[in-house]
């Protein structure tokens, strides 16, 4: 019995939440390999989940589109139209992915008012 407390002990020690949060963006990495996707894009889809498992303030992640434009438009005047195009295409994601999040939290902080008001 003592065996099984310290086993139970372990687990709940070496399996937190961060080290959950890594493995899934590590499997979605390997998922994106699985199934052909190009690395690049396979990196950025990860980088997503692992946006939405570790949220970061808005304000922040507002300037993940503009670094993707800015690369994009770099890319044009290098004269590489394929990896500006997918670079473009990463910007749009990173929108969507802001407008979630904006969407979210408006939604959160709505349901927070209710909760306060009806005390």
Not at 1 to 8: C, G, H, Q, W
Not at 75 to 96: G, P
Request: glycine fraction near 2%.
């Amino acid at each position: 019995m003592k065996n099984l407390s310290e086993l139970k002990k372990y687990i709940k020690q070496y399996l937190n939440r961060r080290i959950i949060n890594y493995a899934i963006v590590f499997f979605s990495f390997i998922l994106g390999m699985y199934l052909n996707i190009p690395v690049t894009t396979s990196i950025v889809l990860s980088g997503f989940i692992w946006l939405i498992l570790n949220p970061v303030p808005i304000k922040k992640l507002a300037y993940l589109p503009l670094i993707f434009i800015a690369i994009s438009l770099a890319l044009m005047v290098l004269r590489r139209k394929v990896a500006s195009e997918e670079f473009a295409i990463y910007a749009f994601y990173a929108l969507v992915l802001l407008a979630a999040y904006v969407i979210n939290s408006y939604f959160k902080k709505s349901t927070v008012n209710a909760n306060q008001n009806d005390k």
